[in-house]
C-alpha cells in the first residue's frame, strides 16, 4: 500500500529531488538547469512510499498568476503501475482542496503524453495544442 506524505524536513526533501533526478535527469535527459527551479522553496511538495516505506515518487503544488500548477510528478521506474502516481495526484488535490485560498482557482498541469489517462481519472483534460517541454511531448491539461 502506497502512502503519500508532505515533505516536512530536508531529508525528505532531498530524497524528493533525488526521485526527481532519477526520473527526470538520468532517465529522460532533462538537463538538471531545467528540473531544478526558483520554485522550490515556494512549492508545496509531497513523497510517496513503498509498503516497506522508502521513498518511490514525488510531486509538487505551487501558486501562479494562472490559477494552481500541479507539477514535478515522478515516480521511480521499478514503481510503475503499483498506484504511487494515482496517490500522489489524490494527496495534492486533497491538500489543494483544504487551503481556503485555492477555491475557485484554476488548477492545471503540463502532462507528459503518457501521463495523461492517469490525470484524466483526475477530471484533467486537454486544452489546446501539444508541446515540447525539455524535449518532452507535453499537453496543457485544466481542471
Known sequence: MVQVKQVANQQQLDAAFEIRRKVFVVEQEVPAEEEYDEFEESSRHFLAYT?????????????????????????????RGKGAGAALV???????????????????????????????????????????ECGIRHYLMKK
Open 51 to 79: 509498503a516497506e516505506g522508502l521513498p518511490c515518487g514525488t510531486a509538487r503544488w505551487r501558486y501562479t498568476p494562472k490559477g494552481i500548477k500541479l507539477e514535478r510528478f515522478a515516480v521511480l521506474g521499478e514503481q
Open 90 to 132: 489524490q494527496k495534492v488535490l486533497d491538500d489543494i482542496s483544504s487551503q481556503p485560498d485555492a477555491d475557485g482557482k484554476t488548477l492545471y498541469l503540463h502532462a507528459q503524453i503518457t501521463a495523461m489517462p492517469l490525470y484524466s481519472k483526475f477530471g484533467f483534460k486537454p486544452d489546446g495544442p501539444e508541446f515540447l
